[in-house]
């Protein structure tokens, strides 16, 4: 089947319970969207740093997650994870290019540290902003958000 791209950008947004679910059905919903718009060439690439962001939501805050993700001109996609902590971690906080030191790797036999650094990696671009104030002068939380181009793939190591 032939999916003709939009002449406009197209958005999916997912509100995320805090769930260790949530990460599951990001993931199906970020293969759904793709594969509904004819992005097969981007799903691994997208379905794995967007699972790398909304579990560090997961793992790093006590509330719900919202998953944004969009279609821009020129094949481009951008997804955006919001949560309720407002620390924007390295490399976010940086120009979100090449500029930016690489995140530390973790120790092969740890089970975690490995996501921002997945990101730096396969991601054309990325960023964070930690958000204003919420109610009663709470934070509201921080955007984490990547950029992939037209071909984005990954190595076959990593499939």
Not at 15 to 25: F, I, K, M, N, Q
Not at 43 to 59: C, G, Q, R
Not at 129 to 156: I, S
Request: proline fraction near 8%.
């Amino acid at each position: 089947m032939v999916t003709v791209a939009p002449t406009h950008p197209w958005v999916y947004a997912l509100r995320l319970p805090r769930d260790p679910r949530a990460v599951r059905v990001a993931r199906m919903t970020v293969r759904a969207a793709l594969d509904g718009h004819g992005r097969q060439d981007a799903v691994d690439v997208v379905e794995l740093l967007t699972s790398e962001l909304v579990t560090n939501a997961y793992l790093h805050t006590e509330g719900p997650a919202s998953l944004r993700l969009t279609g821009l001109s020129g094949g481009r996609l951008r997804v955006g994870v919001w949560d309720s902590d407002p620390y924007v971690p390295a490399p976010f906080g940086g120009a979100g290019d090449d500029s930016v030191p690489l995140a530390p790797l973790a120790p092969l036999d740890s089970g975690s540290g490995r996501g921002l650094r997945l990101v730096q990696e396969y991601a054309d671009s990325w960023g964070g902003w930690a958000l204003g104030d919420g109610a009663l002068g709470r934070g509201a939380g921080k955007l984490l958000w990547f950029e992939v181009g037209g071909r984005a793939t990954l190595p076959l190591l990593l499939k």
